[in-house]
């Protein structure tokens, strides 16, 4: 089975720090009551991420030299994760860009399952955990529940979690 991407944006500056390259991933298990996109739970939409298209957005993000990183979202970019972690690997290796990856697995959960956890070591920041309605707020920066955590990771152990806000 081939990951889909729902689409791709060539910049943007709320999906984390910096200008970013982001990449929306088709599919998502987590069903969060008051998901923003429940559109993007399905894996049967948008384009397959074979060997052209990922040369494609490659390129793109070789050709700007503006770009701070890349953020990878969804749906749940682990929706597929030994797919995720090609994809991944390609990137990092190909831009060097730090990578931010949004996820509804907790960190947790992620380090419990090997093929999971294989993804982690080519992610620089993790914003993890379901969207929780009741702990929803909209000051937050570059999350939507409180219960989400901002973790910085290097070689996939938390280094440090950020809190934006305060
Ligand atoms: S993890 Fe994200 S995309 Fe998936 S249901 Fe929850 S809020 Fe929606």
């Not at 984390?16 to 939409?45: K, M, Q, T």
């Not at 280094?159 to 305060?166: A, C, I, Q, R, S």
Request: glycine share 8%; charged share 25%.
């Amino acid at each position: 089975m081939h990951m889909r991407i729902l689409s791709t944006y060539a910049e943007t500056i709320s999906d984390g720090i910096g200008l970013r390259y982001a990449i929306y991933f088709a599919g998502c298990i987590h069903r969060c009551s008051g998901c923003h996109n429940p559109e993007s739970w399905r894996a049967d939409r948008g384009r397959i991420v074979d060997e052209v298209y990922l040369s494609e957005i490659i390129a793109e993000i070789q050709a700007n030299p503006l770009l701070d990183g890349i953020t990878l979202s969804g749906g749940d970019p682990f929706y597929d994760s030994s797919q995720l972690e090609k994809i991944l690997k390609r990137l990092k290796k190909a831009t060097n860009k730090n990578i931010w990856c949004y996820t509804g697995y907790t960190y947790e959960q992620l380090i419990a399952d090997e093929t999971m956890r294989a993804c982690l070591t080519y992610i620089d920041v993790l914003v993890d955990g379901r969207f929780e309605k009741e702990q929803a707020d909209p000051t937050l920066y570059f999350r939507g529940s409180r219960n989400q955590r901002i973790l910085l990771l290097k070689n996939g152990l938390i280094v440090k979690e950020f809190h934006f806000e305060e």
